[in-house]
């Protein structure tokens, strides 16, 4: 069995300035999402307790329309039955054209139907059925709140295997973290263990170090916490923004073989997509820009 294909590259900052980007399902972020990011970006669409399929396949649609590539979650623990669950792959293939979903477990501890994890998910068959192409999974640099580190690494290894046999495009989107060490040291573990997986790397977007912390704790973020205390500590209250510029530099200060896996970054934008988009075009090629509106 062959390994798939990474994407060695050291110009990060290219891979950057295509960087996806999040926004909630109830739609409402559309205008200032077209202000701030070109069409063409990967857009995922998150699903929390409580939201309602339909309006992530509105939105789905929506972005699609205008110009977006629409990447919706699928909170396993969310589906209340596997009808359910085909009828929103159903409806996110058949009306906004989604080809690519990033799978999570989902934030509730009880599920609301048959699907307790993500590997419930895969074991329906309907990720394949309904033509799912490329698939996100979650990785967690900083440690996974209900797995050992062995056990998770197992489990990016049986979604690596899955991949191959079903022929789809398997990659892992890492939560945020507020320092590089913690990324380079998982992606280590990753290539000591074989499992060459593309890494789409989370980067918290520019937010005070205040949204951040709040941010931080409802993720379960651990060591790296440190560096926006250290903000705090420096600047004395928190009110300044604080950007990824120091994971980002540790990332590209790195040897190359311990970023070969990177294939691509993602932004949460917990200060908002203004903030982030004009973050990411200070970073990126001019020729990722986008225009200044006329209108």
Known sequence: MTAPDLIPSRDLATLLSSASVEVSSRGHQLAELRDHFVPGTDVTITFLPGDNCRHNVETATALRRAGYNPVPHIAAREMVSREALDDFLARLRGEAEVTRILLISGDTALA?????????????????????????????PEGHPYLETA??????DAWRDWGHERKIHVEVMTQFCFESA?????????????????????????????????FALRCGIGSSMRAVRSQIGRFGRLLIDTGPDEVMRGLQSAPEAATAAI???????????????EWLRGCGPRKHRVAPSIS
């Open 182 to 214: 913690p990324v380079l040291e998982w992606i280590g573990g990753l290539q000591a263990r074989g499992i060459q997986l593309p890494v789409i790397v989370g980067l918290a977007g520019p937010a005070t170090p205040a949204t951040l912390m709040k």
């Open 151 to 156: 056990e998770a690494l197992d489990v990016l």
């Open 263 to 277: 294939a691509g970054f993602h932004l949460f934008p917990f200060g908002g997509l203004r903030k982030s988009g």
């Open 112 to 140: 609301r139907g048959p699907f307790k994890s993500s590997l419930d998910v895969r074991a329906s068959g309907l990720l394949e059925a309904r033509g799912i192409a490329r698939l996100s999974v979650a990785g967690h």
